[in-house]
């Protein structure tokens, strides 16, 4: 199919792309999955038991995350740099690597135990595995490490060939802090403290430290496109956004030590940095709003606009109104394990990092298939549709969840408390409501599917 491309070799994307919303959507599916398991507690038992739907659930999370970031980065540093990309043809061989590793891993969680799957890959040699979101087999990890270098010099080499902007600097640093911080994931101490503390230095620094420079690169090179304001303006916003998200998001990691074990000051750090974590999420919000106000032309792709614009609200929603929520110390003191965390993280990653993958997709889509700037305008009113039904299905996801958690709360961790379970039966009726917005969700990210293929009336007839 014919392109419409500045540089060909941004046609690698489109399978990062593709292979990105179809996890997205199995993502979604084992979400669903869990949601029932919660008020059905043998639904697919012992076929697909809840310990290992949540590893499917939270693994597909990062990894069609880690596809989408890629794919961003394939597409835009050509147009940043003013040239091709160094290998396309090692991007392919990366694509494939990282696809077929992925596929076998969710397999190996689904067809066999969970100890068996641990004893055939040899993490008696070097034990990693049975961490939260670091389930993987070492031997997925090694290969991850393989995928992400290869990636780093593909990328690395066009930029240092290129042009340098500031968009693919901050880019490229947040791929190798990425690349870097997931090497703490193989260090796995006997000591608990030490494994937890270093845990988050794979998870924290992650979502709440270089993956916001992620971020801010891909939400400044779309709005640069579909604004026309000046770089200059959106280098100054980028500089401010990035030095607050990484003061913050580093120091602020200590919100993670207050209880397991590690000094007390950790509290008052903690507290204090993770209060300040909202500052770049807002800087974001105030960022893309000011870029469509002062923009110097009517870009065509109008959903696109709308997922950048959504990207800033939901990314300072989750990430920073809800996550300011319950990260002070004595308020985490009751709530932490609870269903708020729950809601915190859904609107977090949802806001910040799922809308930023969708906005570069819904941006550069229409190029990569051939359709010029934008789709046709109904496939655009499709895609907007789907944009609200998430959009809106998160938000009461986030709010019955938050429900959850705040009458957990009351009921479990003051006076003497009830028992989990008793208090989860209470729970119920929320989880209900959240399988039921879940439900939304899944129709919203089916609409954005069928954006894809949708034709203008004329074409249609054609």
């Known amino acids: 199919m014919q392109t419409h491309l500045k540089y060909q070799s941004q046609a690698v994307a489109k399978p990062y792309f593709y292979a990105a919303i179809g996890l997205f959507v199995l993502q979604v599916i084992f979400g669903l999955i869990l949601g029932l398991q919660y008020v059905m507690g043998d639904f697919l038992f012992p076929h697909v038991p809840f310990n290992i739907a949540r590893m499917v659930h939270t693994n597909l999370l990062i990894v069609w995350l880690l596809f989408g970031f890629m794919g961003a980065a394939y597409y835009l540093v050509p147009e940043e740099s003013q040239r091709e990309i160094h290998s396309p043809k090692l991007a392919m061989i990366l694509f494939w690597a990282f696809l077929v590793a992925g596929v076998l891993t969710v397999a190996g969680y689904l067809l066999m135990p969970y100890a068996r799957l641990a004893e055939i890959t040899g993490n008696d040699i070097l034990p990693t595995m049975g961490r939260e979101f670091l389930e993987q087999p070492t031997i997925t990890k090694m290969g991850i490490v393989v995928v992400a270098l290869g990636f780093l010099y593909n990328i690395g080499m066009t930029i240092l060939s ?263 039966d209470q729970l119920a009726i929320f989880y209900w409501m959240r399988e039921a917005a879940g439900v939304v969700f899944i129709i919203g990210l089916i609409l954005y599917l069928i954006s894809f293929v949708v034709k203008d009336k004329n074409q249609a007839t054609a």
């Open 162 to 424: 290129g042009r340098k902007t500031v968009i693919n600097v901050i880019l490229l640093t947040g791929l190798i802090g990425l690349a870097v911080m997931f090497l703490f994931s193989f260090y796995n101490p006997d000591n608990l403290v030490k494994d937890k503390y270093y845990w988050w230095w794979v998870v924290h620094l992650w979502v709440e430290g270089v993956w916001e420079l992620i971020l801010g690169s891909i939400l400044a090179f779309v709005l640069i496109k579909t604004t026309g304001v000046d770089r200059e303006v959106v280098d100054k916003w980028l500089y401010i956004i990035v030095a607050m998200a990484l003061i913050t998001g580093i120091i602020g990691t200590g919100h993670h030590y207050y209880w397991i074990g590690t000094p007390e000051y950790w509290q008052w750090l903690g507290s204090v940095f993770s209060a300040l974590e909202p500052i770049p999420f807002f800087l974001m919000t105030l960022f893309a709003f000011n870029m469509v106000n002062r923009r110097k032309r009517e870009h065509p792709n109008k959903a696109t606009v709308l997922w950048a614009m959504g990207t800033g609200v939901m990314a300072f929603l989750g990430a920073g109104v809800w996550g300011f929520m319950h990260t002070l110390a004595p308020v985490n003191y009751y709530t932490h394990g609870t269903q708020i965390t729950a809601a915190h993280g859904h609107m977090a990653f949802y806001g910040a990092y799922a809308m930023i993958v969708l906005t570069i997709i819904s941006y550069a889509m229409p190029h990569l298939r051939g359709q010029g700037n934008a789709a046709c305008n109904r496939a655009q009113v499709v895609e907007m549709w789907s944009f609200w039904l998430m959009t809106v299905a998160m938000v009461f996801i986030t709010l019955f969840l938050t429900a959850a958690g705040i009458l957990q709360v009351w009921l479990q961790r003051f006076d003497e408390g009830q028992p989990f379970m008793v208090v989860q």
